[in-house]
């Protein structure tokens, strides 16, 4: 079984993707700001990372760098409505393994997420 | 007293002299030497004004009105100094325009047109023929009494084969038509005749000087003298002006003379058509003026030494000075005085012939001649003959005609009542031209009606008497009015009778004419030819310099047509003179071209002007011209064109300063118009940003939904959560929305008369249960007195409404709502014990999505344009919004202002 952390300070997008992957058989973690993530990633080790952009207190760029000098493993996806260029290419350039937009297709996601950690 | 003989060789020698020193002037011009080019020259020629009416009738008006014939002196001495602005600006308009006569200057001013310069040739002959006739009988009279016959009449009833006059009249017309028809261009200087005229206005002063000196000093025993002797006579009333009516008819009689002298033909003949140098204006402005006052000195004298002396009646007043040198049998000085009297009058004939000569053959026979096509092209290469025959033949019979006329009715006249008359009748020219070089809205319509009801009024108030006095028309008609109307006697129009016949005349026929000159001008369209050359004639001195250039012409022409029109009046040599003029001053070559360009055909039409005048030169420039017809606006345009061109100069100066300016302000406007395209931008990536968020949890439940089974207590939350994302994104939309509006000044306020209490209290009830759910305490303290405000009651609630939903958000225990009026303002506050906005933040606080960008705050629930809207809100109601804390309350407060007067509360 999986461990996801999903990173979201939207409740109810954070609540849509909590139930989705707990249906898709995941452990799932969930942190509504940058500060809490890392809190968990540190805690549990995650696999995977499911992180938004703009947050309060620490965004996920910060969080993406954190992870990416100390934990090298865990794989990364953004999932943000920042769909410019320039985002995408700062988001892959900080070691992201995927970069996806919102609003986003549930099985997408999903295939997406499990093609990478497969 | 002398023979037959003595007399007419004296005549005929002094004629003689004139055409020697005519010959002379001549070869001398040939040679180089233009002796005329002179101003004191110029200002001798323009004494022409004084004739044999001057000469003769002076005295002769001074016996019987004492000083009042000064006035016909006084007039152009006064006019004189004024001559700097009227008459350069006529002698520049004649010499670009190229000009040959008044009635050429008129038409030419009023489009070029045919009838306008027909209607002045006719008035010009009529109001001068009486005028050269009385010419002919002063020196026909002075003939009579150094003859020593004594009647009056008795010359002018002998039949004309034995009247000397007769053969005077021919003897002036041979002299006129031999130097003042040399030369086809009506418009050279006839140097010849100018000379003659100049040593004629010589002449005629020294003989009037020397018959003063003798009967002053040498009859009489100085002005003291004469002055004591007419005293004594009981006649010292004419020394003084008398009365009321005098002192109109001083001012009437000065009017007069000013006009005639500008726009007698003779006048206008030598003050401009023979003019060289405008600068001879300089002088002739005070020397004329002088010429006046030296000529004048001794009429009183012999006025009242005449009238002391010849007591018995034996001389009439008009021939006193004659009479004198005859009386004293002083022989050579009585030859002397008549040969003075005789350049007089043969001057004022000469140049009044040939001005009128010109306007018959260019303003008559030429239009009339032209008219028919057939004509035209049958005789086209004899048309410079037919020309300066029609002259020479117009000499003729208008010297002839004169002498009709003073053989007939001029005899029984004295020469100034005639004269002036005809001063009148020229008179009528005075609004055409005057309003013609200073008005550009004077029209041709206005010129030519104004002209004949004025010429109309002088027939009937001034002729008319005349041909009663000759025996032609009943007596009744002056004392009974016309039909037995009493208003309409001719010599007191309307009952109006207190003036002297000439000013009553004078009066009428002026006021009429200028009245309906100026009323139907200002009511008539222009035509574009008329308007262009009421524009050149009133703007002279803009366009004089670049005419040729301002042309104001649409069209070609044939070059080898246009060559033989030229070569028809100019003949081959003089043709090609002419283009090798044109070559030269355009810097254009003509050789390798068909067609003419305008400038060509400009300066052709302008060089026939000066041949046939400008109404017949356009007449014939047209038939060889295909004419465009051209409008009103290019007119326009083509004119403000040179005008700007000659501006430009230096407006380039100021313009580059501004270009400077302008470029800097451009650049502050790019680079606020580059920010403002920066924040739209960002603008519009937030709000899709932010539009996002639901969109994505809509989505996903919308998804999670469509799977088969779903708890129903999932599903319910589940759709719950969409219906809430979805009313988010309205919410959102409408604020975008809001903005916008309030952004680009779209929005319209709906103001109305509001007890703001009673909106507060709507406001807060709605929130009530919102802070009862939050566990918040809300405390409201709103003012005693009752206010009335102007304000839009929905945006105003939504203001508190998002101030109060803020506070909410952010309060630990309570919130606290105050309103108070102060004089000008209602303030409302809405405060909350949270904590707070950081320090740095509060500039930002009211700019939109200012949450959503501020990433490192904890995002509050909401669309972050609540507070940007409200801020926009308060400010289109004139007030103000800030936000302030203190003692750990944070409070949001707002002003409205409260208007001066009392408002009504409409229900």
Redesign the interface.
């Known amino acids: 079984m999986y461990k996801i952390l999903i990173v979201d300070?939207?409740p109810?997008?954070l609540?849509?993707?909590e139930?989705?992957f707990k249906k898709e058989g995941f452990k799932v973690f969930i942190a509504r700001d940058g500060e809490e993530a890392l809190g968990i990633i540190s805690e549990d080790e995650p696999e995977l990372v499911l992180l938004d952009i703009?947050?309060?207190?620490v965004?996920g760029y910060e969080v993406c760098k954190h992870i990416k000098d100390q934990h090298k493993n865990i794989k990364v996806v953004f999932l943000t409505?920042?769909?410019?260029q320039q985002d995408v290419e700062k988001g892959l350039n900080l070691g992201a393994d995927l970069y996806l937009t919102?609003?986003?297709?549930?099985?997408d996601l999903v295939t997406r997420v499990k093609n990478l950690l497969n | 007293m002398f023979s037959n003989t003595v007399i007419i060789s004296f005549t005929f020698g002094y004629l003689a002299l004139l055409f020697a020193i005519a010959w002379f002037s001549e070869r001398s011009a040939k040679n180089g030497r233009r002796l005329s080019n002179h101003p004191a020259i110029y200002a001798l020629t323009l004494a022409v004004y004084c004739t044999a009416w001057t000469y003769y009738g002076s005295v002769g008006r001074a016996a019987t009105n004492g000083l009042e014939f000064l006035t016909i002196y006084i007039g152009p001495s006064l006019v004189a100094p004024l001559w700097w602005i009227v008459m350069r600006k006529i002698i520049r308009i004649s010499k670009v325009q190229r000009i040959s006569s008044i009635a050429d200057f008129i038409s030419s001013r009023y489009g070029k047109n045919v009838t306008l310069g027909g209607v002045v040739t006719v008035v010009c002959l009529l109001g001068i023929l009486p005028y050269t006739s009385i010419q002919i009988k002063g020196v026909a009279t002075s003939f009579q009494i150094l003859q020593g016959s004594g009647v009056a009449d008795s010359l002018a009833n002998l039949p004309f084969y034995q009247d000397t006059a007769f053969y005077l009249a021919l003897g002036l017309a041979l002299f006129t038509i031999l130097f003042g028809t040399r030369n086809i261009e009506a418009t050279a200087q006839h140097e010849g005749m100018v000379m003659a005229v100049a040593f004629e206005s010589i002449f005629k002063l020294i003989a009037f000087l020397v018959v003063g000196v003798f009967v002053t000093y040498f009859v009489f025993d100085g002005f003291t003298d004469v002055f004591s002797k007419v005293a004594e006579e009981g006649l010292d009333h004419l020394f003084v002006m008398q009365g009321q009516s005098s002192a109109s008819e001083w001012f009437w009689m000065s009017v007069l003379s000013m006009m005639a002298i500008l726009f007698l033909p003779r006048q206008f003949q030598m003050g401009v058509i023979e003019n060289t140098n405008e600068k001879h204006l300089d002088t002739a402005m005070w020397l004329f003026p002088l010429y006046l006052l030296l000529i004048n000195i001794f009429v009183l004298p012999i006025a009242f030494g005449g009238l002391v002396h010849f007591t018995s009646g034996s001389f009439e007043a008009d021939t006193f000075v004659l009479a004198f040198p005859i009386a004293f049998n002083q022989e050579w000085l009585a030859i002397l005085v008549y040969l003075g009297g005789f350049s007089a009058a043969t001057g004022m004939i000469i140049v009044s012939t040939i001005a009128l000569s010109t306007m018959v053959s260019n303003n008559l026979v030429m239009p009339l001649l032209l008219v028919n096509d057939q004509f035209q092209k049958r005789y086209q290469h004899r048309l410079g003959q037919i020309l300066i025959w029609s002259r020479r033949l117009s000499i003729l019979l208008i010297i002839l005609a004169a002498y009709l006329y003073y053989k007939q009715i001029a005899g029984q006249f004295t020469l100034v009542s005639i004269g002036l008359i005809s001063f009148v009748a020229i008179a009528q020219f005075a609004p055409a031209i005057i309003g013609g070089i200073f008005w550009k809205k004077g029209a041709r319509v206005g010129a030519l009606v104004g002209i004949l009801a004025g010429f109309a009024v002088w027939f009937y108030t001034l002729v008319v008497p005349t041909m009663v006095t000759a025996g032609y028309v009943p007596e009744s008609l002056l004392t009974e009015g016309l039909f037995g109307l009493r208003f309409l006697r001719p010599q007191a129009l309307l009952g109006f009778s207190d003036m002297s016949y000439i000013s009553h005349g004078l009066f009428y026929s002026l006021t009429l004419n200028a009245v309906l000159y100026l009323i139907i001008s200002v009511f008539s369209q222009q035509t574009s030819k008329e308007h262009n050359q009421a524009v050149i004639f009133v703007d002279i001195f803009k366009y004089s310099t670049s005419l040729d250039a301002s042309v104001i012409w649409k069209g070609q022409a044939y070059l080898p047509d246009l060559k033989t029109l030229l070569v028809n009046f100019l003949g081959e040599e003089k043709m090609e003179e002419a283009l090798e003029e044109f070559k030269l001053n355009s810097g254009k070559k003509l050789d390798d071209k068909i067609y003419a360009d305008p400038e060509l055909v400009n300066f052709s039409e302008r060089l026939l002007s000066g041949i046939i005048g400008s109404a017949s030169a356009r007449i014939m420039v047209a038939s060889v011209v295909k004419e465009e017809e051209i409008s009103m606006e290019e007119v326009m345009g083509i004119l403000q064109e040179t005008q700007e061109l000659k501006s430009l100069n230096h407006q380039l100066e100021t313009n580059s300063e501004e270009l400077k300016i302008a470029s800097e302000k451009l650049q502050s406007l790019n680079e606020s118009l580059q920010l403002n395209d920066m924040l739209k931008d960002e603008f519009i990536?937030t709000v899709t940003?932010e539009m996002?968020?639901p969109?994505?949890?809509?989505?996903?439940?919308s998804?999670?939904l469509m799977d088969e089974d779903l708890p129903d207590e999932?599903r319910a939350r589940?759709l719950e959560?969409i219906i809430?994302?979805t009313k988010r994104m309205s919410r959102l939309i409408d604020q975008v929305l809001d903005l916008e509006r309030f952004d680009s000044g779209r929005q319209k306020l709906n103001l109305e008369a509001t007890n703001p209490k009673t909106l507060i209290l709507e406001v807060t009830e709605s929130m009530e249960q919102v802070f009862k759910e939050k566990n918040l305490l809300f405390e409201k303290d709103l003012m005693r007195s009752e206010v009335l405000i102007s304000i839009d009651q929905d945006r105003i609630k939504q203001v508190i409404l998002n101030l109060l939903s803020n506070a909410s958000k952010f309060a630990k225990s309570k919130v606290m709502l105050r309103a108070e009026a102060s004089k000008d303002n209602l303030m409302i506050s809405v405060c909350d014990d949270g904590k707070g906005i950081p320090e740095e933040e509060v500039p930002y606080i009211f700019d939109k999505f200012f949450q959503?960008k501020n990433?490192?705050?904890?995002?509050p629930l909401g669309s972050g344009l609540g507070l940007a809207i409200s801020k926009k809100i308060v400010e289109y109601h004139q007030g103000k919004i800030e936000v302030g804390r203190k003692n750990g309350i944070t409070c949001f407060e707002f002003s409205l202002p409260i208007p001066k007067e009392k408002l009504k509360l409409i229900k």
């Open positions: 300070d939207e109810n997008i609540l849509s993707l139930y989705l703009m947050m309060p207190k965004d409505a920042k769909s410019k919102k609003p986003f297709g549930n099985k | 990536s940003h996002r968020t969109i994505t949890s809509i989505r996903a439940f998804e999670i999932d589940f959560i809430q994302e959503a990433q490192t705050s904890k995002k």
